[in-house]
Nanobody, 117 residues
Framework: QVQLVESGGGSVQAGGSLKLSCAATGRLPGASTMGWYRQVPGKQREFIASVTSGGTTSIADSVEGRFTISRDNAKKMVYLQMNTLKPEDTAAYYC???????????WGQGTQVTVSS
């Protein structure tokens, strides 16, 4: 099984920065896409960014230019650098992994990000 553990969430004022980290452990797939989603109560989980094993990234329009995703395959980590944070970025942020070989999805437990105006 794959376990994903997020860290780095917290409270910050608008305009500030946070960096989220996600550590992957367990029986990791050879090829995967890792990424971040966020969710606020009462709304659907929203795609934020992803990065493949080969380094191809994708990022949502809502955060492009402010958020950057990166991945360290050797350390089995994925990161989300969030700059110029806005109150509307407030949400629970979830780490996600999609295994290319098995097509299974894995989720972390989430980390809260709160941005105050």
């Amino acid at each position: 099984q794959v376990q994903l553990v997020e860290s780095g969430g917290g409270s910050v004022q608008a305009g500030g920065s946070l960096k989220l980290s996600c550590a992957a452990t367990g029986r990791l797939p050879g090829a995967s896409t890792m990424g971040w989603y966020r969710q606020v109560p009462g709304k659907q989980r929203e795609f934020i960014a992803s990065v493949t094993s080969g380094g191809t990234t994708s990022i949502a329009d809502s955060v492009e230019g402010r958020f950057t995703i990166s991945r360290d395959n050797a350390k089995k980590m994925v990161y989300l650098q969030m700059n110029t944070l806005k109150p509307e970025d407030t949400a629970a942020y979830y780490c996600h992994m999609f295994s290319t070989g098995t097509t299974r999805h894995y989720w972390g437990q989430g980390t809260q990000v709160t941005v105050s105006s």
